[in-house]
């Protein structure tokens, strides 16, 4: 369900970038999606599938997706490391006093027409 | 041969409900209508906590309910049967948030003239909420003992995007391992500034301290 919504606003999206370029026919949408976004790409392509066939514009169109790593930066030892592995405790000096740098984006990277 | 063309776009997709977000947050303001966003899971108790608080609260403040949900009307009849005050249902019709935009066609519906308080109840879910901001003023949750002192290490961005949270059920922590010191701690963990506030909507206890906090965070936005 979580999938759906984020589809219907790239449709949306990818719709007011095609009329303004005025294209008719969009053939792939390319996302950049980081690790811990929360998104999980099969769901969010099998969602795709379904809604953008209901699109004249997006009928077909391929739905890639590029994972994007994620990266954690430590405040007390400057350090930055993989938020995958080592979630929020530094693994170089053990402090919590840690922010995400990266790797949470949903982004439209670029559509090919 | 087709002639293939890429368009560069490099947009968020949550950028335009954040824009959205914001002019409603301006518009509100003028209007001197503070927008509480609640949110939980499903059965955390939000409905029977806005029942004491608005009870509490419906001789200071003039209250209106938007309740969301993917389907039925209980919740906006139980509040209007309990509380007296004007409750509207929304539909989402399956998705399992609500945005801006949404949140915007809800309040169209409402009477809002003389209203200081909006109190949006969100679908019950941890996790779409908290990505789609719905141009309130403050955001809450309510955390319940039963679900256990894990969450916010679970649902991060839920607990980091929250202004208060409220653990409900306090009455029935004898009958399950949940600690609340450290359910705190991890709250903080996510987010330092939130308030954390015990409470049992079934017994009253505690509502009103939340009932206070609100009456303050309207004072400091006002």
Known sequence: ?113 | MDEVKVIEIKKSVFESNEKDADNLRKELKDKGIFLLNLMSSPGSGKTTTLIRTINLLKDKLRIAVMEADIDSDVDAIKIKDATGIQSIQLHTGGMCHLDAEMTRQGLDALELEGVDLAILENVGNLICPAEFDTGNSKNAMILSVPEGEDKPLKYPLMFSICDVVLINKMDVMPYFDFNLEKCTEYVHMRNPKAKVIPICAKTGEGVDKFAQWLLDEIENWK
């Open chain 1, 1 to 113: 369900m979580h999938e759906l919504g984020i589809v219907f606003y790239i449709i949306r999206d990818v719709k007011e970038v095609a009329r303004e370029n005025n294209v008719d026919k969009v053939k792939t949408v390319v996302m950049d999606i980081g690790e811990v976004s929360t998104i999980i790409p099969d769901y969010l392509t099998d969602c795709w599938r379904w809604a953008a066939d209901k699109e004249d514009l997006l009928r077909g169109c391929e739905l890639k997706i590029n994972t994007t790593p994620a990266m954690t930066y430590c405040e007390d030892c400057g350090n930055e490391y993989s938020t995958a592995q080592h979630g929020k405790k530094c693994p170089h000096c053990g402090s919590d006093r840690t922010y995400l740098l990266r790797g949470n984006e949903v982004e439209i990277k670029e559509i090919i027409v």
